[in-house]
């Protein structure tokens, strides 16, 4: 169930890792760990809020 949900972290830690890399100076570690992982957990959260949205709609059809 929660394989589906890792593109869009494994994308921003990618993303976050190459800003660094040309950008700036050194690498962030703890910023380009721990950011994914927050946007997994509330990317989680959010489908699992709306799940009940979705029983109403299937409700009225």
Known sequence: MFKKYL???IFGFIFL???Q???D???DW???AVFPIIL???YI???WINI???WKENKKQ
Do not use: N, S
Request: aromatic share 20%; hydrophobic share 45%; glycine share 8%.
């Open 40 to 42: 997994y957990l509330g």
């Open 17 to 19: 890792l190459l800003k």
């Open 30 to 32: 703890v910023y380009t």
């Open 21 to 23: 890399i040309i950008f």
């Open 52 to 54: 009940p949205y979705k």
């Open 45 to 47: 959260a959010w489908e």
């Open 25 to 27: 100076d050194r690498i």
């Open 7 to 9: 593109g869009i972290p």
